[in-house]
Antibody, heavy 115, light 109 residues
Framework: EVHLVESGGGLVQPGGSLRLSCAAS????????MTWVRQAPGKGLEWVAN????????YYVDSVEGRFTISRDNAKNSLSLQMNSLRADDTAVYYC????????WGPGTLVTVSS | EIVLTQSPGTLSLSPGERATLSCRAS???????LAWYHQKTGQAPRLLIY???SRATGIPDRFSGSGSGTDFTLTISRLEPEDFAVYYC??????????FGQGTKLEIK
């Protein structure tokens, strides 16, 4: 069974950093694009970033460009999102999802940016 | 960046009725690279439709998608109680970012 589980969320002060991880299992991780999507409390979905199978291409939504870095370790079946210079409007549940048609999704991890 | 606008914002229907949800794009979605997801309260979203009209694995045939260019539709032929949720469309055409619509809430009347 395909399984994704995010970790690393928590409370961080404005300007701080956090690193999210996504552990993948049940499929050949190295053959899929991988994506991060976020959802602010009570709001809709926002596509954040994705990364090609070999890590050679990475794309970001404008609002996180230069602050967030997506990466992957195919040997460990792991996806990461390094988030720097965090702002209050980065507060959200962060989901990892497989592919460009996003299926499946992990259960998400909550990031709260607040002083 | 392609902007997706979903309508209506809220749709109130009864179980057994037919639901029609709309997703309109600000520019043509090439290749009909348009997906639909639903999200139940407290859960992660789930893929329903990809390529505008192809059902994802395990999705019942009461769900169908149609459309091309800038206008897309998700139809649920006979609503079941578990179908009441928030529905999102998403385009994945060309280069990212791959934007979502703002969502349609399907609620029980």
């Amino acid at each position: 069974e395909v399984h994704l589980v995010e970790s690393g969320g928590g409370l961080v002060q404005p300007g701080g950093s956090l690193r999210l991880s996504c552990a993948a299992s049940g499929f050949t991780f190295s053959t899929y694009w991988m994506t991060w999507v976020r959802q602010a409390p009570g709001k809709g979905l926002e596509w954040v970033a994705n990364i090609k199978q070999d890590g050679s291409e990475k794309y970001y939504v404008d609002s996180v460009e230069g602050r967030f870095t997506i990466s992957r370790d195919n040997a460990k079946n792991s996806l990461s999102l390094q988030m720097n210079s965090l702002r209050a409007d980065d507060t959200a549940v962060y989901y990892c999802a497989r592919g460009q048609t996003l299926a499946p999704w992990g259960p998400g991890t909550l990031v709260t940016v607040s002083s | 960046e392609i902007v997706l606008t979903q309508s209506p914002g809220t749709l109130s229907l009864s179980p057994g009725e037919r639901a029609t949800l709309s997703c309109r794009a600000s520019q043509s979605v090439r290749g009909s690279y348009l997906a639909w997801y639903h999200q139940k309260t407290g859960q992660a979203p789930r893929l329903l439709i990809y390529g505008a009209s192809s059902r994802a694995t395990g999705i019942p045939d009461r769900f169908s998608g149609s459309g091309s260019g800038t206008d897309f539709t998700l139809t649920i032929s006979r609503l079941e109680p578990e179908d009441f949720a928030v529905y999102y469309c998403q385009q994945y055409s060309g280069s990212p970012p791959y934007t979502f619509g703002q969502g349609t809430k399907l609620e029980i009347k």
